[in-house]
Nanobody, 117 residues
């Protein structure tokens, strides 16, 4: 079955970095563009970043441009999110996603990122 397992979150001070990882399985990973989303307490889940199937095209929401970098390893079926210069507004649960697979959208458990001094 389709699974996403996110990891790498934690509690960090403003200005520090974290690298999130998402392990995907159960589908042809290299055939799907991958995305990171996040959901802060009391807010809707929002798009963060997207990477094409080959990794040669990326897109970011404006608030993370220049600070976050999405990448992927198709051999390992993993997608990553390097987050630099973190700010308190980045605090959220972060999820990876591949869009609709077999007509359904799948989500993992997510990984908590807390930015606080």
């Amino acid at each position: 079955q389709v699974q996403f397992v996110e990891s790498g979150g934690g509690l960090v001070q403003p200005g520090r970095s974290l690298r999130l990882s998402c392990a995907a399985s159960g589908f042809a990973f290299s055939s799907y563009a991958m995305r990171w989303y996040r959901q802060a307490p009391g807010q809707e889940r929002e798009f963060v970043a997207r990477i094409s199937t080959t990794g040669d095209s990326t897109n970011y929401t404006d608030s993370v441009k220049g600070r976050f970098t999405i990448s992927r390893d198709n051999r390992k079926a993993r997608v990553y999110l390097q987050m630099n210069n973190l700010i308190p507004e980045d605090t959220a649960v972060y999820y990876c996603n591949a869009g609709r697979i077999f007509g359904k959208t799948y989500w993992g458990q997510g990984t908590q990122v807390t930015v606080s001094s």
